[in-house]
């Protein structure tokens, strides 16, 4: 529907006199038409204004909506392997065999999870929309973090938390700034909302220096237990910064992570009902705590096997599965302009990882009496503090090219080869 030829019309409370939505923006489309909070009008809610006139959507059946999930992407062609992975394991295949069958299942459930969220993302509004994005993308690390920390493998829990952040800061986020950059000469974002992400970034990065510090220096005694002790103070720190860090984005700040949808795209109109979505949510979860239990219990056979070190599956395997749905969504968003969902979505995860995920863990090995700490090895330590370092570098001017994608990308691969070659015994 071209703006052109229909104009909708907005009463002026302050004239009493009609004000169309043409007139009211001017040259640009994206100024909001009010200045007050109650009666900001964007772009986005213009057109969905505009919707409202039109003759609404027929609604699906439950039997079309789930039709409409299973064939909303080609990757859904993976969901047979669930059920291979789930018999692989129980009839005690190779481990090999169960790994890979059951990395494979979990790539289309990291899909679905996506547009499962991104369904109920239009439903309940742009902010908590993003949140529930990062959030959902996330539980697939989450699940894959507390099966492993259950079965007492600390070093495989440590790397995946950090596999999870690296992924998303230099991979994902360097193929959105790359792909988008081939599209768009130049893609700007809200740098202030971009730059508090990579700030919360730094500390939690500094939540692992202090631990290493520590330890490299308190050289006397063994200092195994005032280690797990600081890891359980910083851990709550972490976790209460992270709780208001919620409360500055959807309430006290909310207004830095409104963005406008900008070019002539119409706009997105969700195809499940809510409570339809939020089921498959819980259904893919379930899903995917299954075939993640299958799959972390096959690693110490696939690293004999392959020769390869814990370490690698957890910092680089193990966070491919993972961010499948970051990646996709991210990517794409990307090459549609919408530079700040798309950061939102690479960042804010990285973000929710490190503040949520990591210090969480720390607080479920207390529960359980595993050690889990936030002393991660030098090698460890160092790459995380280049990783967030030349993130920040990058978004300070709030623009994004696709060479900036390459400097991201290459980071990734040169981090990627050094860990395939570290000593496991290291």
């Known amino acids: 529907m071209e703006s052109k030829e229909h104009v909708v019309v907005v009463e002026d409370h302050r004239t009493s006199r009609p004000t169309s939505l043409e007139e009211s923006h001017g040259d640009s489309q994206t100024e909001p038409i009010s200045t007050t909070p109650e009666k900001r009008v964007t772009l986005r809610s213009e057109r969905s204004l505009r919707m409202t006139l039109a003759e ?17 992407t080609k990757i859904n062609v993976l969901l047979v392997f669930i059920p291979l992975g789930i018999i692989s394991s129980r009839l005690g295949w190779p481990d090999v065999a169960t790994f890979i069958l059951n ?9 679905l999870l996506g547009y499962a969220t991104e369904e109920i993302s239009l439903r309940i509004g742009q902010n908590l929309g993003a949140l529930l994005n990062a959030s959902f993308g996330n539980a697939v690390e989450l699940i894959l973090s507390i099966i492993a920390l259950k079965e007492g493998k600390i070093d495989v829990v440590q790397a995946s938390v950090l596999g999870s952040v690296l ?40 939540s692992l220096l202090i ?79 299954f075939c993640a239990e299958y799959l972390v219990g096959s690693i110490g056979g ?52 490190a503040l949520f995920v990591t210090p969480l863990m720390v607080i479920i090995g207390w529960i359980i009496g595993q050690p889990m700490t936030l002393f991660f090895n030098t090698f460890e330590t160092c790459v995380m503090f280049v990783s967030v370092l030349i993130v920040n570098y990058l978004i300070q001017d709030g623009e994004s090219n696709w060479l900036e994608g390459i400097m991201l990308l290459s980071t990734y691969i040169i981090i990627a080869v050094a860990i395939y070659f570290y000593p496991s015994t290291a």
């Open 302 to 353: 696939l690293s004999e096997a392959w020769g390869i070190s814990p370490t690698f599956i957890g910092l680089i395997m193990l966070p491919i599965v993972g961010n499948a749905a970051e990646h996709v969504t991210a990517v794409s968003v990307a090459m549609k302009n919408k530079m700040d969902l798309a950061i939102g979505v690479a960042i804010g995860s990285s973000m929710q990882i």
């Open 167 to 206: 992924s998303n800061l230099l991979l994902v986020l360097g193929c959105c700034f790359f792909f988008g950059g081939l599209k768009y000469s130049a893609q700007k974002f809200n740098q202030t909302a971009a730059q508090t992400s990579a700030s919360l970034l730094s500390l939690s990065c500094l």
């Open 56 to 72: 609404p959507r027929e609604k699906l059946s439950i039997l079309q909506c789930l039709k409409t999930i299973l064939f909303a």
């Open 211 to 289: 631990p290493a510090a520590f330890h490299a220096t308190a050289t006397q005694v063994d200092q195994t237990s005032n280690i797990q002790h600081l890891s359980y103070g910083t851990s709550i720190v972490l976790l209460v910064v992270y709780i208001l860090y919620l409360f500055f984005q959807l309430k006290t700040h909310s207004d830095l992570y409104i963005t406008s949808v900008e070019g002539d795209g119409e706009e997105e109109e969700p195809v499940l009902p809510l409570w339809l979505g939020i089921v498959v949510l819980l259904v893919i979860t379930v899903i995917v705590a």
């Open 103 to 111: 990395f494979i299942a979990i790539v289309p459930l990291a899909k």
